[in-house]
């Protein structure tokens, strides 16, 4: 089955830096790959995803990034603010009949005022 | 992010009791998912159901069950089988498998 791991484990920022998390991925036909936003206690919000047909993709602070060859995609979260401390879960979506997402194990980000 | 809702927020269970928690969705999602998770770790696959009166086990399904009996309703009963259920338990819907999962608020249980 697909395998996704995530890197790194915790992130700690100056606010109004740039923050970059990466995940790689096992199965080459993994087609979608959705970034999940989790504030303590609280549920996961997906924040943006791509699907394999596109390389790149930005909305306002936030991009994704794709490279099928490597099989491997990161979250650029530009000009950070405090509001964007939370855990970071990247999934991918398997191939077949499942299309089961499986996740990556999380990235703590702080923004540090 | 009202379109899914688990209940109740807080479970505590006695050890050997089996336990049912709750996922109800109005989004008429075809596809409804559970996940549990622990601290430090991902989200993990234990159910999920394509489909009214289908479901599949994920990568975690022993010592659980669920039933999928209406769209809008997909139950996961923890059994006393499950060896370690203390855990944050997440419960999901998509329009169709493959696409954007929402997910509810989750259920904290606990064994005593």
């Known amino acids: 089955g697909e395998n996704v791991e995530q890197h790194p484990s915790t992130l700690s920022v100056q606010e109004g830096d740039s923050a970059v998390i990466k995940c790689t991925y096992s199965?080459?036909?993994?087609?979608?790959f959705p970034w999940y936003k989790q504030e303590l206690g609280k549920r996961p919000q997906l924040i943006i995803d791509i699907r394999s047909n596109v390389g790149e993709k930005k909305d306002q602070r936030i991009a994704v990034t794709l490279n099928k060859t490597a099989k491997h995609f990161s979250l650029h979260i530009t000009e950070t603010q405090p509001e964007d401390s939370a855990v970071y879960f990247c999934?991918?979506?398997?191939?077949?009949?499942?299309?089961?997402?499986?996740f990556g194990s999380g990235t703590q980000l702080t923004v540090l005022p | 992010d009202g379109g899914i809702t688990q209940s109740p927020k807080y479970l505590f269970r006695k050890e050997g009791q089996n336990v049912t928690l709750s996922c109800e969705q109005n989004l008429n999602h075809d596809a409804m998912y559970w996940y549990r998770q622990d601290p430090g770790q991902g989200l993990r696959l234990i159910y999920y159901s394509q489909i009214v009166n289908d479901f599949q086990k994920g990568d975690i399904a022993e010592g659980y069950s669920v039933s999928r009996e209406k769209k809008e309703s997909f139950p996961l009963t923890v059994t006393s089988a499950q060896k370690n259920p203390t855990a944050f338990y997440l419960c999901?819907?998509?329009?169709?498998?493959?696409?954007?999962?929402?997910f509810g608020p989750g259920t904290r249980l606990t064994v005593l």
């Open positions: 999901a819907s998509s329009i169709e498998s493959g696409q954007e999962q929402f």
């Open positions: 999934a991918a979506l398997s191939s077949g009949s499942a299309r089961q997402l499986t």
């Open positions: 199965d080459s036909a993994s087609n979608y």
